[in-house]
């Protein structure tokens, strides 16, 4: 059975620290290029971060340069985002992805075959 379970979503103080986790199964995870979208409400969905099948290319959106970080492991078939400095506008329903396309490809154009379910990250005092 395809699907992509993420972790780790929940409410966080400004400044504070998330790890988000994506459990893969049922396709070759390490064939596929990886990455984290995030909706905030009223907001068109964005690629937050992506990184290529081996993990030699990445992709930042501007916003989250410096203080978010993509990896992946693909002995676990998961993938991860480390996101610290986090800000209000962090807030986000956060989906990860998988699809069989470059980093560009799969963050810029959504050139997505999986999708997670999604999960809530709330940064708010």
């Known amino acids: 059975q395809l699907q992509l379970v993420e972790s780790g979503g929940g409410l966080v103080q400004p400044g504070g620290s998330l790890r988000l986790s994506c459990a893969a199964s049922g396709f070759n995870f390490d064939d596929h290029a990886i990455g984290w979208f995030r909706q905030a409400p009223g907001k068109e969905r964005e690629g937050v971060s992506c990184?290529?099948?081996?993990?030699?290319?990445?992709h930042y959106t501007d916003s989250v340069k410096g203080r978010f970080t993509i990896s992946r492991d693909n002995a676990k078939n998961t993938m991860y985002l480390q996101m610290n400095s986090l800000k209000p506008e962090d807030s986000a329903v956060y989906y990860c992805?998988?699809?069989?396309?470059?980093?560009?490809?799969?963050?810029?154009?959504?050139?997505?075959?999986?999708w997670g379910q999604g999960t809530q990250v709330t940064v708010s005092s």
């Open positions: 990184m290529s099948s081996r993990g030699f290319n990445t």
């Open positions: 992805a998988a699809g069989l396309a470059t980093v560009q490809r799969l963050c810029v154009s959504e050139d997505v075959s999986y």
